[in-house]
């Protein structure tokens, strides 16, 4: 490096495009908050659904399956389920509610949970309510996830 | 070792590499449930396993950098550490409370863990990486705080080295953004859009101004480059990192229901990633090129430059491999960022925090560095790590490529269990490599004891 | 004859266009190669690095292009398992070539030639 770039030099690119670049992404997260109610599927945020996602939550559904393309490998992904399984909750209650307690052997299994009749109605309307959320190029690609 | 206080970071490596065998027992044994479905099933099923894993690796990676900075701060500040006392108390504070919250995983169903640490009261659990209750992670804030406060009084205090301010920010930079995984709004695309500003500002972010720092911490130190070439050097490395990696968060913003915009923002600036890395690799084999000495401890050494270019190859290659929108479209939570994901963490930050702890180690222990016999079972273990993450990495590519072909791409895609099962082969072999990883583990921490003639003491 | 110095900075440029050819200037970095080639004389560095480059560059263009076209002409453009082949060798191969390319450019800053060892002076 020839000496007329100096460590002066670049401290003052490290401090002005740390700052700078911050203050964009500050800009751009709060243009973004904006813009989210156009594609966040809120008007469908019920309460119902805020419980659906706190059992979704406390049952660490994540650490298995991924929504919208985030979480664990292992199981299949979840952002489409509702319309993967013909857009129905009572598909998708079932199938939660009759997990064998063994699992299945040989096979990747998921657990009971023992949720009560309602915790899976409210975690089927927030998997709905996740379905609604409009992503990108309409991801994921196809109905599989 | 110039200062008493530094022998402090004894402890915390100590720790580090116990909770590193422990994430690596668990990273088996998923590796065997990905092909044996129902093994352990139901007593650890496979989310319990994964959050031990991933959260395992965090709090050791979390105990090597506050280790290493006990060690490199007072010697770099010329003063002993501010209140060593503070450093003993807080260890145990925070491996305790580690402790407990792991086997809170592994002995409790997660739903009665959370009914049980109050979670409701600010619920913050059932996040990826941030399965911690949130009295844990009021914990970890706590810890951090002390941390900071002590090695912070201790730079203000004395010598300001561009190398103990670079550390600093980052380390500060970690304990800030922490204090996103608080925030858990119920709108998902919200709770999804905040995650990243502790994940991606964390790991492609601040954690890369602290593996910048010790590395050219311990280059300094084993190929006596003079300091003001490393230090310009460092400061290019990091306004790179953070020129590519704030922006270029964005590359987490493409199908989370966020603007259109950001594929076009995340693409470009995360492109530039990989700039950062290869710089440090540039920078790493041109000081041991240009070295004034051969240090003794050539362990270290090797340490160091592989972190440099596993880095460079599992975040920069393996990032930009998937980093661009119209191919993340296709590859987005997929068995290929399972690839990156792991060559990147292996490469960037637990070899640092290895390089450290090969540097550091025999100077605690009174020697320059470890004895003949010692070093060559620690470069084995160099060799048989680094190759089987190499292994790993390209089984779980190629499993990858297969499930964005027959799941994803495919004009007949086919169901994600079903093309699961497709893969079973490249997960075998991975988990074979898997295996020969925790062999290299235990031939590395047998390196620590294994005894022999002393090196000849070479300036 | 170029002096000592210009030729260690010619041989600093060849690797660095080897590098570029590699990564972001395929073709061109390797016409100006060709081009820095002609301007040495043999057995001094700047000739000893056009030449590493050079060799480099067409065992990369065998190893990555043709090697890549043949997978996929014998393996069936529609075959998942040519893909699996094809993206998993060519991105190993190719990060392996930086590297090296990488490796040789630092090198070439200290004026000294290869060795069997990087860890050796």
Redesign the interface.
Known sequence: ?RET???GM??N??YG??VF??L??IG??V???K??PA????EN?TEQ??EG??L?????????H????????????LANVYTRFGESTEAIKAFIKYRP?????????M???NLSDEELEDLAQFLK??DG?????D??????? | MKYESQGIAKLYFIAAIALFVGQILFGVTMGL??V???FL??EI????A??VHTNLLIVWLLFGFMGSAYYLVPEEAERELFSPILAKVMFWIFLVAGALTILGYLLVP??RL?ELTM?DLL?T????FL?QPTITKIGIVIVALAFIFNIGMTVLTGRKTVINLVLLTGLVGLAVFFLFSFY?P?????D??FWWFVVHLWVEGVWELIMASLLAYVLIKVTGVDR?VI??WL??I??MA??SG??G??HH????????Y??W?GSIFSALEPIPFFMMTLFAFNVVNKRRRDHPNKAAVLWALGTAVMAFLGAGVWGFLHTLAPVN??T????I??AHGHMAFYGAYVMVVLTMISYSMPLMRGQKAANVNAQKHEIRSFWIMTISMVIITLMLTAAGIMQVYL???SAD?????VV?DRLAHFYWAREVAGLAFLYGLFLYIYSFFAKGPEVADVE | MNSYDTQLKQATISSLFSLLNLTVLPVIGFIFLLLLYKKTEANNIDHYYAVLGIKTNLLAGVALLLVSALMIVLGGFNSVWTWVFVISYFVFVHAMFILFATWTMVRSWTGKELTKSFLSK
């Open positions: 490096m770039f100096t460590k670049a401290r690119i490290y495009g740390a670049f911050f964009v992404l751009l997260t243009d973004t908050v813009r989210l594609t966040d599927n809120r945020l659904v805020a996602k706190r979704w939550e406390v049952n660490n559904c994540i650490g298995c991924t929504l919208l393309g985030e979480g664990a490998y292992f199981a299949p992904e307690v063994d699992g299945i052997e040989g096979r990747r299994s657990p009971q949970f309510y996740v959320i409009k992503a990108a190029r991801w994921p690609p196809n109905i599989q996830g | 449930q990905y044996m479905g129902d099933f139901p099923p496979f989310n319990v994964r959050m997660y739903a959370a979670n619920p659990m059932g996040r990826e399965e858990n119920d709108n998902l695309v919200l999804k859009y003001e230090e310009k400061y290019i990091i306004a953070l020129i704030l922006v968060t964005g913003f493409f199908w989370i229901g966020t603007p259109d950001w594929q923002l479209f296709y987005h939570g997929t068995q960022t399972a799941q994803r791409y895609p086919l169901p994600f269990m699961q």
